[in-house]
């Protein structure tokens, strides 16, 4: 027979009140077959009284010698009572830690931020003047769009492609305008 020293449930609804008992283990838990009863546990009661966990040490090791096991409850309290050795606290899962994908993915932002950093500062510490973007005036692009021929849906339909050239060469308009801009000023 498999004995096992544990928890039988008595008291009210919502007013708990247990007696440790020595039963056997394949049994229900409030079977009314029990071997003996071993001590009580009121959680009604604060941790610090007394009246919590009452045992009585002399059966529990007389059923504990017999091969009786105590369920994890009973064993906290026997550990409490100095009766057995505390069990080790188990080594905890990683599952609260990011896993080696995700640590990865975010070695590589961090890689991207000092990089674009980097790219900050250099482009801080370069000449403003030689990097600026060349800009046209803006009189010249709105020449440039008036210049530029409207389709209709009968050109874009014709298989020949002349509305291209004059596209192109709005560039070249763009950037000669620009000296003369440049020049006047400097003439004043």
Not at 85 to 97: C, G, L
Request: no cysteine.
């Amino acid at each position: 027979m498999a004995v096992a020293i544990r928890l039988s449930r008595h008291g009210a609804k919502k007013r708990p009140y247990y007696h440790i008992v020595v039963t056997d283990s394949r049994l229900a838990r409030d079977s009314g077959n029990i071997l003996e009863t071993v001590g009580k546990y009121d959680p009604m009661q604060t941790k610090e009284s007394g009246k919590r966990v009452t045992l009585l040490s002399d059966k529990i090791k007389a059923w504990l010698d017999k091969g009786a096991r105590p369920s994890d409850r009973v064993y906290k309290f026997l550990a409490d009572a100095g009766m057995v050795n505390a069990k080790p606290h188990p080594v905890q899962t990683k599952k609260n830690q990011p896993s080696e994908k995700t640590l990865l993915k975010l070695k590589d932002r961090e890689a991207k931020l000092e990089k674009a950093k980097e790219a900050e500062q250099a482009a801080k510490e370069a000449p403003v003047a030689s990097e600026a973007p060349v800009e046209a005036p803006a009189e010249a692009v709105v020449e440039t769009q008036a210049e530029a021929p409207v389709e209709t849906p009968a050109a874009s339909a014709a298989p020949e492609v002349a509305t291209e050239t004059p596209v192109e060469s709005a560039p070249e308009t763009e950037v000669a305008p620009e000296p003369q801009a440049t020049a006047e000023p400097a003439a004043e």
